[in-house]
Nanobody, 122 residues
């Protein structure tokens, strides 16, 4: 099995910064696309940013210029640097990853972390 564990959430004031981390562990041969999603209170889960295995990134329009996604393949980790935070960024943030569990397998499995709360006060 594979586990994704997020950290770095918390309470911050408007305009502040936070850095989220997500580490994958378990039965991993390689990881493809990794991403961050969020679920604001009372709303559906939405994509924030994702990064492919070749470091191609894409961002939701509402975070462009404020958030940066990066990854460390040696650590099976993905990060989200969040700057200029706004109250509307308040949400539970989830890590997501496509994992190849065996060397010669062509089947990737999608995993989610348990989520970390980010609260931005006005």
């Amino acid at each position: 099995q594979v586990q994704l564990v997020e950290s770095g959430g918390g309470l911050v004031q408007t305009g502040g910064s936070l850095r989220l981390s997500c580490a994958a562990s378990g039965s991993i041969f390689s990881i493809g696309t990794m991403g961050w999603y969020r679920q604001p209170p009372g709303k559906q889960r939405e994509l924030v940013a994702r990064i492919s295995s070749d470091d191609t990134t894409n961002y939701a329009d509402f975070v462009k210029g404020r958030f940066t996604i990066s990854r460390d393949n040696a650590k099976n980790a993905v990060y989200l640097q969040m700057n200029s935070l706004k109250p509307e960024d308040t949400a539970v943030y989830y890590c997501n990853a496509d994992v190849l569990r065996r060397r010669y397998s062509t089947t990737s499995y999608n995993y989610w972390g348990q989520g970390t709360q980010v609260t931005v006060s006005s």
